[in-house]
């Protein structure tokens, strides 16, 4: 009786039979993508071609991470991985670990690797930049003698300021020998102590300025005490020595205009600055001038002689009101004496003795007032206005109005 097998069965074995093969495992098949299509659940499934047949092929999300390019339709890879049969449908498909791109994409492979690591190093890092000189005297270049480059940095440089010195180390820039070439021209350049250095060339393809992505030139670009300004290729053409550089230029024509200042610019900045500076001057003296003055009116207010004058002015003043308040008390005075002549005129005894009246006395000197003091015989001094008379009592009369 015969063997019968059921589908799963034949799928199996024909699995185990590739699962068994070495070289099925670890095999590395290049190809063009068609088909490609991203799986929202991250796995990718595409196609390999080429002009005999197509191998169906899946690269499964955990493995991903070292992919560094989107696929795209066209693409010639070359993937690693192992062949093995999808059971449910009986076919077998090449399951991808990594897929790198042939040619100028494992170049690209190379240099993304390379940038990833001297990134990590610090070497494209801010902090390590040097600025580039404003007004640089000697502008050393790294380039070919006779390429295109080196005819627009002269040019340009020439047109901006024909007083900057160009010093040019003739070098290799693409094939065999370039990258040795480029390193000895930075460092013989930075020996001789020029103020900053273009390193470049024209533009190419990516076989041709692969010189600027090496390692070596990195790191000779980054130890250069001298600024330098990286100028490879076009504007789109992004290498390495960009990173590392100071400065990177779009084209060597750019590298020249940023290196090179210009020396019109430059001297019509410096006459604005002296015109800015001669109007700074006279509006300086002319505030120092009136700060003078008013220092001065502040210093005839201040100096001491003109505090003497106050003193004296106040002394006078004091003075003058001094004289016046003795002025007018002895005004005051004289008129309260006058007063009191008035009124003692008024009681003076003279007076009285003017008018008619006099004044007796008794021999002992005292005031006659009544006839009772006195006795006949006693003997009285009478006082009248121009002497005095000596009389005796002769006889006593006393005054009826007295009585009364």
């Not at 130890?223 to 990177?248: K, Q, W, Y």
């Amino acid at each position: 009786m015969r063997n019968v097998y059921t589908v799963r069965q034949v799928n199996a074995y024909i699995k185990n039979m590739f699962t068994q093969d070495f070289m099925l495992n670890r095999i590395y098949v290049k190809g063009e993508v068609s088909n490609c299509r991203y799986h929202t659940s991250g796995h990718i499934y595409f196609s390999l071609k080429d002009e005999s047949g197509t191998i169906a092929c899946v690269m499964f999300a955990g493995s991903r991470a070292g992919l560094s390019f989107r696929m795209q339709e066209g693409q010639t890879v070359i993937v690693l991985g192992s062949v093995s049969v999808y059971e449910r449908d009986g076919k077998y498909q090449l399951y991808a670990k990594e897929i790198v791109l042939d040619g100028a994409g494992m170049l690209y492979e190379r240099f993304e690797a390379l940038k990833r690591e001297l990134e990590e190093m610090g070497m494209f890092a801010p902090e390590y930049k040097q600025p580039i000189p404003a007004y640089v005297q000697r502008v050393g270049i790294v380039t070919a003698p006779t390429g295109a480059a080196v005819r627009d940095i002269m040019n340009i440089a020439a047109r901006r300021n024909p007083y900057v010195q160009l010093i040019l180390y003739p070098a290799l820039v693409q094939g065999e020998g370039a990258v040795p070439s480029i390193v000895r021209g930075i460092r013989m350049l930075e020996k001789q102590q020029v103020d900053v250095i273009i390193v470049g060339r024209g533009g190419g393809s990516i076989e041709d300025l692969w010189a600027f992505n090496e390692e070596q030139v990195a790191r000779a670009i980054f130890d250069c005490t001298v600024p330098i300004i990286s100028a490879v290729g076009h504007e789109t053409d992004t290498l390495i020595s960009d990173f590392v550089a100071d400065l990177r230029a779009p084209t060597p024509s750019a590298a020249a205009e940023l290196a090179v200042y210009e020396y019109a610019a430059c001297e019509a900045q410096i006459q604005e600055y002296a015109l800015r500076l001669r109007r700074q001057m006279q509006l300086r003296i002319q505030n120092e001038r009136r700060r003078a003055e008013q220092m001065a009116v502040k210093l005839r207010f201040t100096h001491p002689r003109q505090k003497l004058n106050e003193q004296r002015q106040y002394a006078a003043d004091l003075e003058t009101r001094l004289r016046g308040q003795m002025e007018k008390r002895l005004k005051d005075e004289r008129h309260k004496l006058a007063l009191y002549i008035e009124r003692m005129n008024g009681l003076s005894p003279l007076k009285k003795l003017n008018q008619g009246y006099s004044y007796v006395e008794d021999s002992s000197g005292k005031t006659v007032r009544s006839v009772s003091q006195t006795e006949v015989g006693d003997r009285l001094c009478i006082y009248v206005s121009d002497g005095a008379v000596e009389a005796e009592v002769k006889t006593v009369k006393r005054s009826q109005i007295g009585r009364r």
